[in-house]
């Protein structure tokens, strides 16, 4: 792997570009620095050289980049905030002060145990929220 790096990093940049369109199919950006050439080139050859990611991983990898365009992975990137169990939630609207408690598996309102402070908001306002944000746990989304 060594020999392979100082192989790399004495290349000329045409050398380099070359060998980044064998591996990835196609002429590099025009703005890749010489470092990110080298890089590239030598993660692509150490893949080939001990199996690269498995097919489980290649189709996992493929689904979660689906689910990011499509919106159905937001969860997993903006998570919802943790509340510890015990914590007392006030929210005012519409001049009435609404009291959620964190539990362990959930909130309790109203003498009722809710799955998501999203349930209990839409109960309140009868039309779907954030919960987080609509107990000002998280900032709303614009």
């Known amino acids: 792997m060594n020999d392979m790096l100082k192989k790399l990093e004495t290349a000329t940049n045409e050398a380099l570009k070359e060998e980044w369109a064998q591996w990835i199919g196609q002429p590099p950006p025009k703005s890749t620095s010489r470092d990110h050439f080298i890089r590239v080139i030598a993660w692509h050859r150490q893949a080939k050289d001990q199996g690269g990611l498995s097919g489980d991983l290649k189709r996992r990898l493929r689904q979660l980049a689906e689910d990011l365009e499509s919106g159905k992975a937001q969860r997993l990137l903006n998570p919802p905030p943790k509340v510890k169990p015990g914590t007392m939630i006030i929210k005012t609207w519409q001049g009435a002060e609404h009291r959620v408690m964190a539990l362990e598996d959930g909130f309790a309102f109203e003498g009722k145990t809710w799955k998501s402070l999203s349930m209990i908001a839409r109960e309140i306002t ?17």
Not at 126 to 142: D, E, M
């Open 126 to 142: 009868g039309t779907r929220w954030n919960g987080p944000a609509f107990f000002g746990l998280r900032k709303a989304s614009s």
